[in-house]
C-alpha cells in the first residue's frame, strides 16, 4: 500500500500481495543460485536482452541468458492478467542492501509502455518524482506488484532512496536486503 493512497502518480498500478509465499520463496531460492553481476553500486542479473549502463542503450536479443522459467512464468502472468500487451523479453534482477538504492530515472522509450516490478524480501519506498516537482513515495511492500504506463511511465522520475531506514506505521525499520524484478518489453 503507498504511503500516500491519493497521490500516486497518474498511471501507476499498485498490487500488493500478487505473489502468494511459495511463489516469493521460489523466486528468492532460484535469484539466490544465480549469478549476479557486480560491475554497478549494487548487484544485478539480466535475462532475454541485456542492458548497457554505459551506453544506455539495449542491447541484441539473446545477449543476456535465456529468462528462467520460474520468472519466465511471472512474465506471462504478467501478460495473462492485462498489465502488458505481449510477455515481456527482458528482465533485470536488482539486489539492493542496506542504504543503497538507485538515482531517480525514467525507463527509455526504446522500452514498451508499462514497466512492471516485483519486490521481495523487504519492503522499501520507491520515490516518484512528477513533472511539476510533485512528489510521491509508495512503499512497494513484499509480494507486491507496481506497472508504471501512461503518465508515471513516461514524465515521472523513480528512484530507491539511498537511506538506512524505512519508516513503516511510524516505525523506523533497518533496511536488509530488497530484490526487485523488473519487467519490460523491447519497443511498442
Known amino acids: 500500500m503507498s504511503l500516500f493512497e491519493t497521490s500516486l502518480p497518474p498511471g501507476l498500478i499498485y498490487v500488493p500481495d500478487w505473489l502468494t509465499d ?5 523466486l528468492i531460492t532460484l535469484i539466490d543460485r544465480s549469478h549476479f553481476e557486480e560491475s554497478l553500486m549494487r548487484r544485478v542479473q539480466h535475462y532475454g536482452v541485456r542492458y548497457n549502463y554505459e551506453s544506455s ?15 519466465q512464468t511471472v512474465g506471462e502472468r504478467l501478460f495473462s492478467d492485462g498489465y502488458f500487451s505481449r510477455i515481456p523479453e527482458q528482465v533485470i534482477v536488482n539486489e539492493y542492501i542496506g542504504s543503497q538504492g538507485i538515482a531517480p530515472h525514467i525507463d527509455r522509450t526504446s522500452f514498451g509502455e508499462a514497466v512492471a ?12 518524482r512528477g513533472p511539476n516537482e510533485e512528489i510521491s513515495e509508495v512503499l512497494l511492500e513484499k509480494k507486491s506488484l507496481a506497472i508504471m504506463t501512461q503518465r508515471s511511465r513516461y514524465e515521472w522520475t523513480h528512484e ?14 533497518v533496511r536488509n536486503r530488497r530484490i526487485s524484478l523488473t519487467f519490460r518489453t523491447i519497443g511498442q
Open 160 to 173: 530507491i532512496p539511498k537511506r538506512k531506514y524505512e519508516v513503516m506505521s511510524g516505525m523506523r525499520k
Open 22 to 26: 511459495f511463489e516469493h520463496d521460489s
Open 57 to 71: 542503450s539495449i542491447e541484441s536479443a539473446g545477449s543476456a541468458p535465456p529468462i528462467p522459467a520460474e520468472i
Open 117 to 128: 516490478t516485483v519486490s521481495l524480501n523487504e519492503s522499501w519506498s520507491m520515490k516518484f
